[in-house]
């Protein structure tokens, strides 16, 4: 995607964006929208950059893959609970995606 669709990565969108796509999870997955469903099993070693600046994708696991450290993602995380959300930030200046898990607390 080139930068010029950056709009699709947005928090903040309407009707003429996107939608919500799914994935299947492998060792190189290439996101297109803000969020993303996420299948299947398979670890994720690299996320090609959808956008050339700093950006988070959020990603709803609906298999219980996991990430790896041996690509551009800096954190190994299991996403075990299924539609829990996973946010994805990424920074330019290392080339690498920091993952981290979203915590919910009820009252």
Known sequence: MPD???QDLSTVQNI???GVRTIASA???APTTFMTIVSG???I????PPVSGAHMLVFIPSGAWTTTTAGNI???LSAAVAL???LFF???LTGKYSPGKLTIVSS
Not at 45 to 48: A, D, F, G, L, P
């Open 74 to 76: 800096d954190k190994a």
């Open 45 to 48: 070693v690299n996320i090609t």
């Open 84 to 86: 829990t959300p996973i």
């Open 90 to 92: 990424y920074n330019p």
């Open 27 to 29: 060792a190189l997955i």
């Open 41 to 43: 099993v398979a670890a």
């Open 16 to 18: 003429a964006q996107v």
């Open 4 to 6: 010029l669709n950056f």
